[in-house]
C-alpha cells in the first residue's frame, strides 16, 4: 500500500528535474531508441552535446527516421546520429551488436531501453518473451558492454555510466511466488500456468534488478572498473508499450488513466539521461533510481524480507549460468 501511495505522490507532485550535464566529447548508445523514452532520451542527449549517439533498433528503417527527425529538431549534423541494428530477442544479434561496440574510439554511456510488455503469453525461441528479452537478453547486453565502457573510462580518464531502465512496477509483486522447491527457478517461469500471465512484465523487471545489483556488487566502482552501475524507472509515462494486445476497452480506460497521471515521453525521458549523466556520483551504484534520485530504504527490493538477499544472489546465478552458455566468460567481465 505504501507504494501506491508514494506512486500517486511520484506521479503528481513531483517534478522531473530538467537534465543540464555537458556530454561534449562523449558517446552513448541508446537501445529502443526509435520511439519513446529512446528517442525522446537520445533527443536529450543531442541537445546536451553529445558527440555521438548510437540509436540501437530492430528495423533500421525506423531508427534512420528517428535520427533524421533529431538531427532535424536540434540542429545538429546528422554524422552525430548512427543507427545500428540491434534485435534483443535476437542472442546473436546482442552479441554482433557488442562486438561492433568494441570498435568505437570511446564509449561512455549506456542506456539499456529496449524492452517487451503483453499481457498475452509469448515465446521466442521456447522462452517466455518477457524472460528472453527483458532478461536474458539486457542482463547480456550489460555484461557485454560492461568491459567496452570500463576499457573507454580507462583510456579517456571519464566515467562510464550503464543503466537499465527498470519498472517500479516490481514493487507490485511477490518475489516468493518465484521460489521453487525443486530448484532452478527459470523452468518454473517458463512453464505454463505457474505465474499469472499479466504479471510477467513485472517479475522480469524484479529479475533484472536482481541481477544488475549482483552485477554491480561484482564490479565495484574502483580504478579497475571505473564504471556506475544502474537501474532506473522513468515512472508512469505516456507510451505505446502497453498497447500492443489490449482490448478495445482497455486501451480506452488507459487513454483516460494516462491523461490524468501519466508523465509525458519527455519528462520520462529525463529520468534515463540522468541515470547516465557524467556527474551522477559512485554512491549511485547499484542503486534503483526513481525521480532522478537513488530510492530510500524502504523501497529496497533487495532487503525485502519476503526473499533474502541470497536468494536473490542464487537467481542471479542462475542467469549468469544462461548467460555463460551465449556467450562464455561474460559473467567474468
Not at 161 to 167: A, K
Request: aromatic share 6%; proline share 4%.
Amino acid at each position: 500500500m505504501v507504494y501506491f501511495f508514494d506512486l500517486l505522490y511520484s506521479q503528481l507532485l513531483v517534478k522531473v528535474p530538467q537534465q543540464t550535464a555537458d556530454f561534449t566529447h562523449q558517446t552513448v548508445i541508446v537501445t529502443g531508441s526509435n520511439t519513446g523514452l529512446g528517442l525522446e532520451a537520445a533527443r536529450h542527449l543531442a541537445r546536451l552535446n553529445a558527440a555521438k549517439i548510437i540509436l540501437a533498433v530492430r528495423t533500421l528503417s525506423k531508427g534512420e527516421a528517428a535520427a533524421a527527425d533529431i538531427s532535424k529538431s536540434c540542429n545538429i549534423p546528422a554524422s552525430r546520429v548512427e543507427v545500428w541494428q540491434l534485435d534483443m530477442s535476437n542472442k546473436d544479434s546482442i552479441t554482433a551488436f557488442a562486438k561492433r561496440a568494441s570498435t568505437l574510439p570511446r564509449l561512455d554511456a549506456a542506456i539499456l531501453n529496449a524492452g517487451v510488455f503483453s499481457f498475452k503469453r509469448q515465446e521466442i525461441d521456447g522462452t517466455e518473451a518477457h524472460l528472453a528479452v527483458n532478461v536474458i537478453g539486457a542482463t547480456l547486453l550489460e555484461l557485454l558492454l560492461l568491459p567496452i565502457l570500463r576499457d573507454s573510462a580507462s583510456r579517456t580518464g571519464s566515467r562510464g555510466r550503464l543503466t537499465l531502465v527498470g519498472s517500479d512496477m516490481m514493487y507490485t509483486v511477490n518475489p516468493t511466488e518465484l521460489q521453487n522447491p525443486d530448484g532452478a527457478i527459470f523452468p518454473r517461469i517458463n512453464s505454463r500456468g505457474v505465474l499469472p500471465e499479466g504479471n510477467y512484465y513485472s517479475y522480469s523487471k524484479l529479475l533484472v534488478y536482481y541481477a544488475t545489483r549482483r552485477v554491480a556488487a561484482l564490479n565495484p566502482v574502483s580504478e579497475k572498473s571505473n564504471v556506475v552501475i544502474t537501474v532506473q524507472t522513468p515512472g508512469a509515462c505516456k507510451s505505446d508499450l502497453f498497447r500492443d494486445d489490449m482490448s478495445v476497452f482497455m486501451k480506452a480506460v488507459q487513454a483516460i488513466a494516462m491523461s490524468i497521471f501519466a508523465r509525458s515521453t519527455e519528462v520520462g525521458a529525463r529520468t534515463l539521461v540522468h541515470a547516465v549523466s557524467p556527474q551522477l556520483p559512485a554512491e549511485a551504484h547499484g542503486g534503483f533510481l526513481m525521480d532522478c534520485q537513488v530510492q530510500k530504504p524502504k523501497y529496497s527490493v533487495a532487503e525485502d524480507n519476503r526473499v533474502s538477499s541470497e536468494q536473490a544472489k542464487k537467481w542471479s546465478e542462475e542467469l549468469f549460468e544462461l548467460i555463460e552458455e551465449i556467450a562464455p566468460e561474460a559473467t567474468k567481465a
